[in-house]
C-alpha cells in the first residue's frame, strides 16, 4: 500500500506526498524514520565487523610475532593508495549529499560518478593485492608457502592465521564497497532522472552514510593490516 | 494507556457482529498476502511458518523420547540420535523461539500498542518474513539430504573438521534466518521510537512494548556476530582454514566466546517477549495496574545490558582463568535480579486485583512458576563449584527446558489465546483453553523435572543410552512428553476451529485498557480510523467497562466443568 511511483511533476508539496508513504503523518517524520533506520542498521554492521576485529584482537596478541611478519608481506604502497582514494571517495560523496540537498542535478549525477571511479578504483588496486599474494604464494588453504626465509614453520603457520583475517576481513570490506557500487548506480540512474530534490534526498543521504561508514571500516583496517610493523622499517 | 478519541469508551453489546470491512477481508488470494505489508498479515503470516517449524521440530522431540524410553539404544542409531538432537536445537532455537512471539503478537502488535497504522518499515517486514522462510528451505534441505549432528552449538573444531554432515548448509540456514531477526529488530526499534501517536509517551509504552524494545536490542547487537561467526565456522570447514582448530594455531575457546556472545543474550531474546506478554495478561485479568509499572519496565532494559556480560558462565569447565570465571558467575547472579524484581512485581499486581481466572491467566500463571523454577535452577548453574558437577548434565537441559519451553512457549499461547479475539474476530472456547493450558502445564512438568533429578544424578545430555537404573526418570519424561504433545495440538484445532465457529467478539472483550482493543476486532487495515491521540496513563481502567461477553461465556464455563 505504499505509493512512491507514479510521480506528476507539480509543486514541491504534491512531490512529497508522491513520496510520502502511508505509514507516516508528513515527510519528515518518514525522513527523520528513514535516516534513524540506517544509523541502527550501520550499528548492526558494526557488530558484525566486530567479530573479526575480535578475533584480529586475539590472534594478535597471541602471535605478535607472525602478524608482523604477515603484515610486512603486505603491498604497503598499495594499501596506503588505496586509504587515499578511499578518503577522496568520501569526499565527493559528502558533496553529492551537499549537491542533491541544493538540488543541483547536474552537480549530483557527476559527483556520484566520480565516487564510484573511485570507488571502483580501489577494488582494482585491491584485485592487484589479491593477486601478487597469488603469485607470491600467500593464499592459505591454496599455496600458502611455509618456507618463507627467515620464519620456521612453527611461526609460518600463525601467519597463515594473520593471512586468513586478512583476507576475510579485506573480503567482507570489499563485498560492501561492491553493493555500495551497485546502490550508487541506482542513485545515478534516479539522478538523471530528476528524482532528487531539495524537498526530497533521502536515498542519497542514506547511501552516503554507508559508503562513509564502508570507509571508516577501512580507515581502521588499514592500519590494522599494514602498519603493524612499519616503524621499524 | 488508552484515548478518549479513538473510540467511545461504551459498554460493547452482549451479541456483537464481526465488522464489515477488516484486514482479513480487505482482499482476496494468494497474492494479496504473498505481498502484502500490512503487519497483522505478516504477523499471521509468520504464525503460519513457525507452527510449521514447530511441529517440524516436534517430530525430532517425540523420536529422541521414544528412544529414551529404554536404556539400550534400539530405536535409532548413535549417529541417527547425534543428528536428531541438533536438529531439534536448531529448529527450535532459531527457527521457532527467536522468532516467535516477536514476529507474531509484536508484529501485529506493536503498531496497534503506540496508536501507528503500521511499522515503520513495512516492506522490511515482508523481507523479514521471506529471509525467514528461506533460510528455513536451506536448513530443512540440510535435514533432508541427510542432516546434521554435532549439537546446536556447532562447536569447533568438531564442526569445522570431523563432521560428516551438512553443517555448512546448515549455518547458512541461519546465517540467513539471522538477518530476518535483524530487520525485525530495527524495524522495531525505529517504531517505538518515531512511530508512536500524539501522547504516546515512553512511561505510557504498554510493557509489551518496552519488552520487545529490548528484544529489538538485542536482536540488533547479538545476530550480527552470530552471523559472521557462523560465516567463519563455513569458512573454516570449506577452505580447511584453522581459525578456530587448535592443531593449526586457532583457538577453540575464541569460537565458544563468540558463539555465546550471542547465544547468551539469544535466551534474552526468547524470554523477554514472554514477560511482556505476561505482563499484559495479568493486569488485564486482575484489572490493574501493574505493580511498580517503571521497574517492570525498567528491568527489561537492565535485563538486555546485563544479559551481554554473562555469556562465559556457559564455559566454566572449557578452560577460561578463573578470574574470568568468577567475574562471569558474579554477572550472572546480578542478572537474575531484574528478573526477580518482575516476578515479585507479577505477584504483587495479582494481589487483592478482581481476577478472572480466563484461560490467557491460567497460561500467564503457569508461565509464573515454570519461569522461577528455571530461574532459580540457572543460578544453581552460574554457582562455579556445582557447574562442574551438574555441566553438561541433564540438569542443563532441564534448566533451559523450564525456561524456553515452560516459559517462552506458555506465554506465547497465553498472548494468542488473549489477542485473538483481535486477530481473528472471535472468542476461542473457554473450557477447551483451560483444558490445554492444564494438559500443558502438567505435561511440562512430567516431562521435565524428571531431568532435573536425572541430571543430579549423573545422567549426560545428548546420549542415547543409559543405564538402567535411570530407566523410570526417563519413562516419567516420555509419558509427560506425550501429554505435553496432546496440549500443543489441542489449541492448533480449536483455534482454527474457532475461526469460523466461535461467538464474535467485539471490540474490547476483557474490557482491557491497551489502545490496540479501542479498535474494532479484527481491525482495518490502517489499524485506526483515525491517528489516535492518547490523553491516558497506561493500564488506566477506570472507565472502562468490565468484560460483557467474558462473564457470559465464564457461566457458560463453569456450568460446564462441574
Ligand atoms: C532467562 C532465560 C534463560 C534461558 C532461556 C536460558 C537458557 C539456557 C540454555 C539454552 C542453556 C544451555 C546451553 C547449552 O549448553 O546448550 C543454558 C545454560 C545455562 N544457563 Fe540459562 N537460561 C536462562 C536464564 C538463566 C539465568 C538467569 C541464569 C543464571 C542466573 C542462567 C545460567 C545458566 C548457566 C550457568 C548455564 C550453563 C550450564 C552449563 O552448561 O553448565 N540461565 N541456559
Ligand atoms: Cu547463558
Given amino acids: ?233 | 494507556m488508552s484515548t478518549l478519541t479513538a473510540q467511545p469508551l461504551s459498554p460493547q453489546p452482549l451479541a456483537p457482529e464481526l465488522p464489515a470491512n477488516h484486514y482479513l477481508n480487505e482482499s482476496h488470494g494468494l497474492k494479496s498476502w504473498l505481498l502484502t505489508t500490512d503487519h497483522k498479515r505478516i504477523a499471521l503470516l509468520y504464525m503460519a511458518s513457525i507452527t510449521l517449524m514447530f511441529a517440524i521440530g516436534g517430530i525430532f522431540a517425540m523420536l529422541m523420547r521414544l528412544e529414551l524410553l529404554t536404556p539400550p539404544a534400539d530405536l535409532v542409531s548413535d549417529d541417527t540420535y547425534n543428528k536428531l538432537f541438533t536438529m531439534h536445537g536448531i529448529i527450535m532455537v532459531w527457527f521457532f523461539l527467536i522468532p516467535s512471539i516477536p514476529t507474531t503478537l509484536g508484529n501485529f502488535l506493536v503498531p496497534m500498542m503506540i496508536g501507528a497504522k503500521d511499522l515503520a518499515f513495512p516492506k522490511l517486514n515482508l523481507m523479514s518474513w521471506y529471509l525467514f522462510n528461506i533460510g528455513a528451505v536451506v536448513t530443512i534441505y540440510a535435514i533432508l539430504s541427510g542432516g546434521v549432528d554435532g549439537g546446536w552449538t556447532f562447536y569447533t573444531p568438531l564442526s569445522t573438521g570431523y563432521l560428516n554432515s551438512h553443517v555448512v548448509a546448515a549455518a547458512t540456514g541461519i546465517f540467513i534466518a539471522g538477518f530476518s531477526s535483524i530487520l525485525t529488530g530495527l524495524n522495531f526499534i525505529v517504531t517505538t521510537h518515531r512511530m508512536r501517536a500524539p501522547g504516546m509517551t515512553w512511561k505510557r509504552l504498554p510493557l509489551f512494548m518496552w519488552s520487545n524494545y529490548a528484544t529489538s536490542v538485542i536482536l540488533v547487537l547479538a545476530t550480527p556476530v552470530l552471523a559472521i561467526t557462523l560465516a567463519l565456522v563455513a569458512v573454516e570447514r570449506l577452505l580447511h582454514f584453522g581459525i578456530f582448530n587448535p592443531a593449526l594455531g586457532g583457538d577453540p575457546v575464541l569460537f565458544q566466546h563468540l558463539f555465546w556472545f550471542y547465544s547468551h543474550p539469544a535466551v534474552y531474546i526468547m524470554i523477554l517477549p514472554a514477560m511482556g506478554v505476561i505482563s499484559e495478561l495479568i493486569s488485564t485479568f486482575s484489572r490493574k495496574r501493574p505493580f511498580g509499572y517503571a521497574y517492570i519496565a525498567g528491568s527489561s532494559i537492565a535485563i538486555a545490558a546485563f544479559g551481554f556480560v554473562v555469556w562465559a558462565h556457559h564455559m566454566f569447565v572449557a578452560g577460561i582463568s578463573v578470574y574470568a570465571a568468577l567475574v562471569f558467575s558474579l554477572m550472572s547472579y546480578a542478572v537474575s535480579l531484574p528478573s526477580a524484581v518482575k516476578v515479585f512485581n507479577w505477584t504483587a499486581t495479582l494481589y487483592k486485583g478482581s481476577i478472572s481466572y480466563r484461560t490467557p491467566l491460567l497460561y500467564a500463571l503457569g508461565f509464573l512458576g515454570l519461569f522461577t523454577v528455571g530461574g532459580m535452577t540457572g543460578l544453581f548453574l552460574a554457582a562455579l563449584g556445582l557447574d562442574v558437577h551438574i555441566h553438561d548434565t541433564y540438569f542443563v537441559v532441564a534448566h533451559f527446558h523450564y525456561i524456553m519451553v515452560g516459559g517462552t512457549i506458555m506465554a506465547y499461547l497465553g498472548g494468542i489465546h488473549y489477542w485473538w479475539p483481535k486477530i481473528s474476530g472471535r472468542m476461542y472456547p473457554e473450557v477447551w483453553g483451560r483444558l490445554s493450558a492444564l494438559l500443558i502445564f502438567v505435561g511440562f512438568n512430567l516431562t521435565f523435572f524428571p531431568q532435573f533429578i536425572l541430571g543430579y544424578l549423573g545422567m549426560p545430555r545428548r546420549y542415547h543410552a543409559y543405564p538402567p537404573e535411570f530407566q523410570v526418570w526417563h519413562v516419567l519424561s516420555t509419558a509427560g512428553a506425550s501429554i505435553l504433545g496432546v496440549g500443543y495440538l489441542l489449541p492448533l484445532i480449536y483455534l482454527t476451529w474457532s475461526y469460523k465457529n466461535s461467538p464474535v467478539a467485539g471490540p474490547n472483550p476483557w474490557g482491557a485498557s491497551g489502545l490496540e482493543w479501542q479498535t474494532q476486532s479484527p481491525p482495518i487495515t490502517h489499524n485506526f480510523v483515525t491517528t489516535p491521540i492518547v490523553t491516558r496513563e497506561a493500564y488506566d481502567y477506570t472507565g472502562i467497562p468490565a468484560p460483557a461477553l467474558a462473564v457470559r461465556s465464564e457461566e457458560e464455563a463453569s456450568t460446564y466443568v462441574s
Avoid at chain 1, 132 to 151: C, K, M, Q, S, W
Wanted: charged letters at 10%; aromatic letters at 16%.
Fill in chain 1, 1 to 233: 500500500m505504499s505509493h512512491s511511483a507514479g510521480h506528476a511533476p507539480g509543486s514541491a508539496v504534491a512531490e512529497l506526498d508522491n513520496h510520502l508513504e502511508m505509514q507516516f503523518d508528513d515527510a519528515e517524520q518518514q525522513k527523520e524514520t528513514s535516516s534513524f533506520g540506517m544509523w541502527v542498521f550501520l550499528v548492526t554492521e558494526v557488530m558484525f565487523f566486530g567479530g573479526l576485529f575480535m578475533a584480529y584482537l586475539v590472534y594478535r596478541s597471541q602471535y605478535p610475532q607472525a602478524f608482523a611478519i604477515g603484515s610486512s608481506q603486505l603491498n604497503f604502497k598499495l594499501g596506503t593508495a588505496n586509504t587515499v582514494v578511499l578518503i577522496f571517495s568520501s569526499l565527493t560523496m559528502a558533496l553529492a549529499v551537499r549537491a542533491a540537498q541544493l538540488g543541483q542535478k547536474k552537480a549530483l549525477v557527476w559527483l556520484l560518478i566520480a565516487t564510484m571511479i573511485l570507488g571502483a578504483a580501489f577494488l582494482g588496486f585491491k584485485g592487484i593485492e589479491y593477486h601478487e599474494h597469488i603469485l607470491e604464494g600467500h593464499v592459505p588453504g591454496a599455496n600458502f608457502r611455509y618456507d618463507t626465509p627467515g620464519v620456521s614453520f612453527a611461526v609460518a603457520k600463525e601467519v597463515v592465521l594473520f593471512n586468513i583475517l586478512y583476507f576475510c576481513m579485506t573480503g567482507l570490506h570489499a563485498f560492501h564497497m561492491i553493493v555500495g557500487l551497485g546502490l550508487m548506480l541506482w542513485l545515478v540512474i534516479k539522478a538523471q532522472k530528476g528524482a532528487f530534490t531539495p524537498a526530497y534526498n533521502t536515498p542519497v543521504e542514506l547511501i552516503g552514510l554507508y559508503w562513509h561508514f564502508v570507509d571508516l571500516v577501512w580507515i581502521y583496517l588499514y592500519p590494522l593490516l599494514y602498519l603493524i610493523d612499519r616503524y621499524h622499517k
